[in-house]
C-alpha cells in the first residue's frame, strides 16, 4: 500500500468520525492492541479524528486511549521510536479537550526514585509547548519532581529529554507581573 493509499484511507476514516466518532474511536483502538505492524499508521489515522471537536467522547474511552498510547510509549525495545512519537503526538491532540486526563497519565510515571521512559519527558515537553496556559497548575509538581530525579539521569539521551521537558514548562510559562 502506498503512502498516497494510507493517506486517502486515512481522509475517510476521518470523515466517518465526524459522524460516528466514538465507534471510530474503539475500532482504532481495537486495531492498536492488536497490530503491532501497522500502529504508527493507525496512530497517525487516530491523531487525524482527534483533530476534530471530541469534547463528546465517554471518559471512559479517553482514559483507555490514553493508557495505551502511554503503555506503547513506554515499551522499551518492542515499540519503534517512530511508534512512540506518534503516540506521543497523539496524546499531545486528544490534550485539547482532555488535558488534565492526559497530565495526570504523564505524571503517574514521575516517580522518583524511578526514571521515567524518554517519551514520557518528549510528550511533557510538547504539551507545554502545546498548550502553556493549561500546565501552569502543574509547573511546580513537575518541575519539583523533574529536579528529584536529575541527578540519577546517567543516559544522554533521556539526560537531554529531561532538560528538554524543563525547559518547555519554563519557557512557555507567560511572565506575569506582580
Do not use: W
Not at 486515512?10 to 474511536?25: M, N
Amino acid at each position: 500500500m502506498t503512502d498516497q493509499d494510507k493517506d486517502r484511507i486515512a481522509l475517510r476514516i476521518a470523515s466517518i468520525a465526524k459522524i460516528k466518532l466514538a465507534s471510530v474511536v474503539k475500532v482504532l483502538l481495537e486495531k492498536l492492541e492488536q497490530d503491532e505492524q501497522n500502529r504508527l499508521a493507525i496512530y497517525y489515522i487516530l491523531e487525524e479524528v482527534l483533530q476534530q471537536d471530541t469534547g463528546g467522547l465517554e471518559i471512559r474511552l479517553v482514559k483507555k486511549i490514553v493508557s495505551l498510547a502511554s503503555d506503547q510509549m513506554r515499551e522499551t525495545q518492542e515499540a519503534r521510536n517512530e511508534v512512540k512519537v506518534a503516540a506521543s503526538n497523539m496524546l499531545v491532540t486528544l490534550a485539547s479537550c482532555y488535558f488534565d486526563h492526559v497530565m495526570y497519565e504523564l505524571h503517574c510515571h514521575l516517580k522518583p526514585p524511578t526514571l521515567p521512559e524518554e517519551f514520557i519527558l518528549v510528550t511533557l515537553g510538547n504539551l507545554s509547548s502545546a498548550y502553556a496556559l493549561k500546565c501552569i497548575p502543574f509547573v511546580r509538581v513537575t518541575l519539583n519532581t523533574m529536579f528529584s530525579m536529575l541527578e540519577f539521569v546517567k543516559d544522554c539521551r533521556l539526560r537531554q529529554a529531561f532538560c528538554g521537558g524543563k525547559c518547555q514548562h519554563l519557557r512557555r510559562v507567560p511572565q506575569m507581573d506582580i
